[in-house]
């Protein structure tokens, strides 16, 4: 690698590795970049993270009516819920990320916070995001939730969802 006047000049092969780099570091931001906004209730800044015909499988933690959820209707159900909880935390770990071309797949360890009051639900699982490269950078294709474990209070989705004005993703 020589630097001259500024300049970086990389062979072929560097190039490609930076280029690879710089494609991993989008995508975990894209993928971090979801759970933040929505524990900041910066609900304005989700939808721009995802291709117009994304989809959200939920099937692990909500049965298989949840499988093949539709960017709206994730918006709308999932998303408009939150504002009922007064806190949640999605903490997004341990990134195993691959791209091939203008498609990467990301898989990463979740544990989510959600609390009503005193009474708190935790899901602990993994997500799994297949993603697209458009002109305007990286974007979430599907998401997947694979549930591994939860505890606490489930009943504070449906109080949350109340509080908000919507039905939630139970319906």
Request: aromatic content about 8%.
């Amino acid at each position: 690698m020589n630097v001259m006047a500024g300049e970086l000049r990389m062979s072929e092969g560097q190039a490609d590795r930076f280029r690879l780099v710089e494609d991993r570091l989008a995508i975990e931001d894209v993928v971090c970049a979801l759970p933040f906004h929505l524990d900041a209730r910066e609900f304005d800044k989700v939808s721009m993270l995802f291709t117009a015909d994304a989809t959200f499988d939920y099937a692990s933690l909500f049965g298989p009516e949840m499988a093949s959820v539709q960017l709206e209707a994730f918006l709308t159900n999932v998303v408009g819920a939150l504002p009922g909880f007064d806190s949640t935390q999605h903490l997004v770990s341990s990134f195993v990320i691959a791209v091939e071309g203008d498609e990467a797949t990301a898989r990463a360890n979740v544990r989510a916070t959600h609390c009503v009051g005193e009474a708190c639900w935790l899901v602990e699982g993994r997500y799994r995001h297949a993603l697209l490269r458009t002109q305007d950078g990286w974007k979430i294709r599907r998401f997947c939730l694979e549930r591994i474990h939860e505890e606490g209070d489930r009943a504070v989705l449906a109080e949350a969802s109340a509080r908000a004005g919507t039905r939630g993703p139970l319906g």
